[in-house]
């Protein structure tokens, strides 16, 4: 089978969605498919490994209020796939792909990885509705199937007013190599790590507050924000830190391990390290002690995936829609405003060590069960086979 991948960026712009389609396409690959991957040249970073001769990158020209990839639909038809997907929404595929794909009689499958959310909606609303009205609505109403990462991704799709079929389907994760955690001779301290995109939905700005009245006494915990600065919100919360007292210092990875937090340059209670990536990013969650995602918006977050992946225990909101991270007592509840991100904290610093190792272990043991690549791999080529008429209704699709 010929899937198509298409969204807007395939680079370390693209965030989360960009790892999701390089790690779900390269398991489709190893299953025996011929996965294509279709996006634009962009100047983010480069994110590996890829199926054999993907991704496709296309040149694109900016127009107010739209970026067009001129040289989409011959893409296409090179590449002739069984059945296309598309990532994300509010782009130019929104418009081209049904367009292809009613010429070529296509199926076509979306994953809003989360952008249909109350939250994210309500980011640059007049904008959204405008774009729904002219092509949005058309191109996820016009879906075989549409793909929610959870639940509630899927409740956030009717709430929109849509009516197709909706599959539900986790992101994966690739589980590591057994290997030892970094050594703590030099870093006789702990670290909570905060691993992403810097942006205000991630709620940093309120988690910064919260640490400032969290950490007391002899704490020796350091906070970690590691990702890359969107809409200049690094320079909002360097200005938090100011304004609650709060030491920080631009520390680059591998400098930070080495010198580790008996240093004088990384006394700093915040460390702001920058995009991390490959084996730079599997030292460092090797390295930490927690993990932390206070966001107020999320389809299914792959940061959280990857922390219980290494044994990692995590405080997060509800809104990273993985209600069996509480369940399975693999992770600790908090909310988005202070006080209680507050109160996760200092529960996550008071814990013995045992406690944070166990909750840890209950997110490796999750992951295994639900969220490998290999099983979201074959849930997918399942759902691909249903819209082409080759296979029954999947028992995780809903709706007609």
Not at 278 to 292: E, H, P, Q
Not at 315 to 342: K, Q, W, Y
Request: with cysteine.
């Amino acid at each position: 089978m010929t899937p198509a991948h298409l969204t807007q960026s395939v680079s370390t712009l693209g965030g989360g969605i960009s790892e999701a389609v390089r790690a779900l396409s390269k398991a489709q690959e190893l299953a025996g498919d011929m996965p294509k991957v279709l996006s634009v040249k962009d100047q983010g970073g480069s994110i590996s490994p890829w199926p054999a001769g993907a991704p496709d990158l296309l040149d694109s020209r900016k127009f107010p209020g739209m970026q067009v990839i001129p040289d989409l639909d011959k893409a296409l038809d090179r590449s002739m796939p069984d059945v296309l997907h598309t990532h994300g929404l509010w782009s130019y595929l929104s418009i081209a792909v049904p367009r292809w794909a009613k010429t070529h009689h296509c199926p076509y499958i979306v994953s809003p990885h989360g952008m249909l959310d109350v939250w994210a909606l309500n980011r640059s609303w007049a904008k959204k509705r405008i774009a729904s009205t002219l092509y949005e609505r058309r191109h996820l109403g016009r879906a075989s199937c549409l793909h929610a990462l959870c639940q509630s991704e899927a409740d956030s799709i009717r709430a929109y007013g849509l009516d197709r079929p909706v599959a539900v389907i986790p992101n994966g994760i690739d589980l590591p190599t057994a290997s030892s955690r970094e050594s703590a001779d030099r870093n006789p301290g702990k670290r909570l790590l905060f691993l992403g995109r810097i942006h205000p939905k991630k709620g940093l700005e309120n988690a910064l507050r919260a640490w400032a009245k969290a950490r007391h006494g002899d704490n020796q915990w350091q906070f970690v924000i590691a990702g890359w600065d969107q809409e200049e919100h690094e320079a909002e919360l360097k200005r938090i830190c100011g304004d609650q007292s709060i030491a920080y210092a631009d520390v680059e990875m591998g400098r930070y391990l080495e010198q580790g937090l008996d240093s004088d340059r990384s006394k700093a209670s915040v460390i702001f390290m920058g995009p991390v990536f490959g084996d730079n990013k599997d030292r460092l969650l090797r390295s930490v002690d927690a993990f932390i995602l206070p966001s107020f918006s999320e389809g299914l977050p792959m940061s959280v995936l990857e922390a219980w992946a290494y044994q990692l225990p995590v405080l997060m909101t509800d809104h990273c829609n993985l209600p069996e991270g509480f369940s399975s007592e693999a992770a600790v509840r908090i909310g988005t405003e202070v006080a209680s991100i507050t109160a996760g904290m200092e529960r996550m610093f008071d814990a013995p060590d045992a406690e944070r190792q166990r909750i840890g272990e209950n997110g490796l043991a999750l992951v295994r069960e639900r969220f490998t690549w290999r099983r979201i791999a074959t849930q997918m080529k399942q759902l691909y086979q249903w819209v082409l008429g080759k296979g029954d209704k999947p028992d995780f699709v809903h709706g007609e």
